[in-house]
Antibody, heavy 123, light 107 residues
């Protein structure tokens, strides 16, 4: 079955760039679906960051768009997140997930999810 | 932006009881609503998509209903493993948002 695994530094300094990678196994990213990033600050709710197709087509949350870049590497079957100019407010567990049915005028959901990785922004 | 509101914030029930969780959207989202379960230290798990369709492997005690602005997740008889936080999620054009969650805890 499809499995996702996030990786990257657990500590990032304020004003620097957060970089995470999500490795996908059990499914070829090139076969379809969008692939997304969602984050959850400690003790709080979920926030969608953005999603990418294997072609490189992306959708971003407008609230983060100016600081976010999501890219895909089909040769490694993985996709990545970069979030620039981070502050303490960006401290969160970051999840990657398969993003299902990212087409107009239909329901869309995230399934399955990676286990998540905690990123703390602190000097 | 469409805002999702979930109620109650916390639901205290005993195993075997019926749980009824509400998700309300500030504008119609048609049937474009999903529900997730999240246990402490774990990633969310998809339960329901398109308002009423159970995801693969989800027990029949979980059911979803509603359309437009009002949605309900029902757990017909709570099992010990069902005590968790439940989130609803909608899509509006190209923005995907989650509700604040309902915590179902043991009474």
């Amino acid at each position: 079955q499809v499995q996702l695994q996030e990786s990257g530094p657990g500590l990032v300094k304020p004003s620097e760039t957060l970089s995470l990678t999500c490795a996908v196994s059990g499914y070829s990213i090139s076969s379809g679906y969008y692939w997304g990033w969602i984050r959850q600050p400690p003790g709080k709710g979920l926030e969608w960051i953005g999603s990418i197709y294997h072609s490189g087509s992306t959708y971003y949350n407008p609230s983060l768009k100016s600081r976010v870049t999501i890219s895909v590497d089909t040769s490694k079957n993985q996709f990545s997140l970069k979030l620039s100019s981070v502050t303490a407010a960006d401290t969160a567990v970051y999840y990657c997930a398969r993003h299902v049915r990212v087409v107009p005028a239909v329901g869309s959901w995230f399934d399955p999810w990676g286990q998540g990785t905690l990123v703390t922004v602190s000097s | 932006e469409i805002v999702l509101t979930q109620s109650p914030a916390t639901l205290s029930l005993s195993p075997g009881e019926r749980a009824t969780l509400s998700c309300r959207a500030s504008q119609s989202v048609s049937s474009y609503l999903a529900w997730y379960q999240q246990k402490p230290g774990q990633a969310p798990r998809l339960l329901i998509y398109d308002a009423s369709n159970r995801a693969t492997g989800i027990p029949a005690r979980f059911s979803g209903s509603g359309s437009g602005t009002d949605f309900t997740l029902t757990i017909s008889s709570l099992e010990p493993e069902d005590f968790a936080v439940y989130y609803c999620q909608q899509r509006s054009n190209w923005l995907f948002t989650f509700g604040p969650g309902t915590k179902v805890d043991i009474k």
